[in-house]
């Protein structure tokens, strides 16, 4: 099993949960963050003073796959969230040890 950690532009989000449903995901969880890469932020200017935003809105999009199923996700996200312009985001895989459904006790595979 693999975990799928997207960091993407708020704006991209529905053309990804839509990529990701045509390849068969069916659960994600999606979290509002703040953060900043190489860009280090930018500057903006309110009421006529310059201020610089160090931390970007983002969304984080987190979900749990089965190893097969992984790489064609991650392949959707970029491809749903590409806008070629700095502050795309990143994709994160890292492996998954243990997965357990709450209601029912099901384990590992099952347990998606």
Same mark, same amino acid.
């Given at each position: @099993?693999?975990?799928?950690?997207?960091?993407? !532009?708020?704006?991209?989000?529905e053309?990804? $949960?839509?990529?990701?449903?045509?390849?068969?995901?069916?659960? @994600? +969880?999606v979290?509002?963050? $703040?953060?900043f890469?190489r860009?280090?932020?930018?500057?903006?200017?309110? =009421?006529?003073?310059?201020?610089?935003?160090?931390?970007?809105? !983002?969304? $984080?999009?987190? @979900?749990?796959?089965?190893?097969?199923?992984?790489?064609?996700?991650v392949?959707a996200?970029?491809?749903?969230?590409? +806008?070629? !312009?700095?502050?795309?985001?990143?994709?994160?895989?890292?492996?998954?040890?243990?997965?357990?459904?709450? =209601?029912t006790?099901?384990?590992?595979?099952?347990a998606?």
């Open positions: @099993m693999k975990k799928i950690e997207a960091v993407i !532009k708020p704006f991209r989000l053309e990804v $949960k839509e990529a990701l449903a045509e390849v068969g995901v069916e659960g @994600m +969880t979290t509002e963050v $703040k953060g890469g860009q280090r932020g930018h500057t903006e200017i309110y =009421r006529g003073s310059e201020y610089t935003v160090d931390f970007v809105p !983002k969304i $984080k999009v987190e @979900m749990v796959l089965s190893d097969e199923r992984c790489e064609p996700a392949a996200i970029v491809k749903a969230a590409r +806008t070629g !312009k700095i502050g795309d985001g990143k994709v994160f895989v890292s492996a998954v040890e243990t997965a357990v459904r709450i =209601r006790g099901d384990r590992e595979e099952a998606l």
